[in-house]
């Protein structure tokens, strides 16, 4: 390869950081991180009762705890999709 030739993935290149990267996908699609935050909080909260659960069965709780997190993720993306909709239909100005 000669250094005169062009990358083959420029974007890449000038993004090094993966911060930056997460800043803008973020920026992007804001309610996809939101959704993975509250069901990772389900799930430390669901181990977390685990312990003091009572009288419950295992079972039971487990139930619960996974609709709890499916229910927050679903709520998140369904929010997400909304959101896109309303951004693009509704404030995009018409052409």
């Not at 083959?8 to 991180?33: A, C, G, N, R």
């Not at 909304?82 to 995009?92: A, G």
Request: contains cysteine.
């Amino acid at each position: 390869m000669s250094p005169s030739q062009e990358s083959v993935y420029p974007e890449y290149e000038t993004e090094t950081s993966q911060t930056s990267k997460l800043l803008k996908k973020f920026k992007e699609t804001p309610f996809v991180p939101i959704g993975m935050g509250g069901f990772a909080a389900v799930v430390a909260y669901g181990l977390y009762k685990l312990k003091h659960r009572g009288d419950m069965k295992m079972s039971l709780h487990l139930i619960h705890m996974r609709v709890a997190a499916q229910g927050f993720a679903v709520g998140a993306l369904t929010c997400g999709v909304l959101y896109s909709m309303f951004r693009d239909y509704v404030v995009k100005p018409k052409e």
